[in-house]
């Protein structure tokens, strides 16, 4: 089957991954259409694509009879109102993160989900890496013994960009790039709830956290130490620590290109489409789009790499963290 999408929103990261979708081999994902805030946004994106259809508008996208499933790749703060709206529209979804501001959005997302009996994943596309997917395999095995840390480092000088710099924009690091030392942490753990969450983090003046450091210790004494910032540019890498052995994910940690296990090195190439990309290793996105592609033809309405429970889990952290720091978060 040729799995057709429609996009919602002309901005970078949806440009990232219509080009990933279109990398070879070609023939598994068409891009059916564009919605964006204007005409001439959506005809410009669709004009660089060859996307016959364009829409100013995300309703039309949810409308078209053509469209299997739709990529939300708006603002985010308008991800959980256009996710519904999909949903409703009778499209299954797959939503950028953050999906949400908080995990009461979350739970009240993946209702509407079960309502429609719909598809719904967060795009969290670091999970459906085949690199990640090998790391999850090897910790699981027991090969790695007991998880005694994990220790994540995620920085880069953005904080002068309008979605992190302001709180009308659900700006801060934290929704950014804080999710993806957490969500590691928490695919390590399984799930597992801490049971200490300790957060410290800077606030801007306007009241969005401009960097932070989270420590999460667990039942059996394991620890998982995350550090991101806006402010600055840091070594971005992420180390596990096994009683058997160690995990190494050198530089981009979050969209890896190879990974170091007790086993050797492993690896994934990262696809070549046909815009290049504006982010780190951006044709990775193909990873998840396939990985949606498998769920729909197996009839799922979640992914094993991205489930609802994994959703759940991340915002469970991100809820305790902006509690701590003292931000007023409201999408």
Known sequence: MVLRWGICGAGLISSDFVSSVLAPPSNVHEVVCIGARSMEKAQKFADKF?????YDSYEEVG????VDIVYIGVIHTFH???SKQMLKAGKNV?????????????????QVARECKKFFMEAVWSRCFPVYRKIKEEVRSGNLGEIQHVEVQFCFPINKVDRIAKPELGGGGLHDLGVYPIQLAAMIYNNEKPQK??????LSDLGVDQDGCITLTYK????AVLTYSTLFTGKNQATIY?????????????????????SGK???EIPTGPVPYNFPNGGGLRFEADCVKECLEAGKLECSEVSFADSQALYHIIDEVVKQYGMNVKW
């Open 266 to 268: 492993v690896s994934n």
């Open 94 to 110: 797959l939503c950028e993160k953050p999906m949400a501001a908080n995990l009461a959005q979350v739970l009240e997302v993946q």
């Open 50 to 54: 060859g996307i016959k259809k364009a």
């Open 220 to 223: 059996n004494g394991g620890r």
């Open 63 to 66: 409308n078209d009879p053509d």
């Open 197 to 202: 969450i300790t957060a410290d983090g800077t």
């Open 242 to 262: 096994g009683s058997k052995g160690v995990i190494k994910l050198e530089e981009t940690f979050w969209c890896p290109r190879e990974a170091t296990l007790p």
């Open 80 to 82: 959980v109102a256009v």
